[in-house]
């Protein structure tokens, strides 16, 4: 059974850092891509970005560019969203997906199969 689990969300002011992370189960984590995505209420699930299944290629949308870094630790089967200079609209519930790395690397929520349950972020202004 797959299984991912984030983890690092929480309560943060304007202008600080959080650091998410995503254990999978079940996998290997060498075998998929995986992507971060997030959604606010009342919104559509917008991607965040993805690393590539060996780490060598990262992508990722506006918003996030110079400010979110994503990485991850094959040993550890564990892939990691480093957030900073955060904002008040980064708000939302931060999901992790994964995809086989026969596919591409998506940037859309249909091309990743599993998913974790979400960890909220709240940045307050």
């Known amino acids: 059974q797959v299984q991912l689990v984030e983890s690092g969300g929480g309560l943060v002011q304007a202008g600080g850092s959080l650091r998410l992370s995503c254990a999978v189960s079940?996998?290997?984590?060498?075998?998929?891509?995986m992507g971060w995505f997030r959604q606010a209420p009342g919104k559509e699930r917008e991607f965040v970005g993805a690393?590539?299944?060996?780490?060598?290629?990262?992508n990722y949308v506006d918003f996030a560019k110079g400010r979110f870094v994503i990485s991850r630790d094959n040993a550890k089967n564990t892939g990691y969203l480093q957030m900073n200079s955060l904002k008040f609209e980064d708000t939302a519930v931060y999901f992790c997906?994964?995809?086989?790395?026969?596919?591409?690397?998506?940037?859309?929520?249909?091309?990743?199969?599993?998913w974790g349950q979400g960890t909220q972020v709240t940045v307050s202004s």
């Open positions: 997906a994964i995809t086989n790395r026969i596919y591409g690397l998506g940037y859309g929520p249909s091309q990743y199969r599993y």
């Open positions: 690393i590539n299944a060996y780490g060598a290629t990262t």
């Open positions: 079940g996998r290997t984590l060498s075998d998929y891509h």
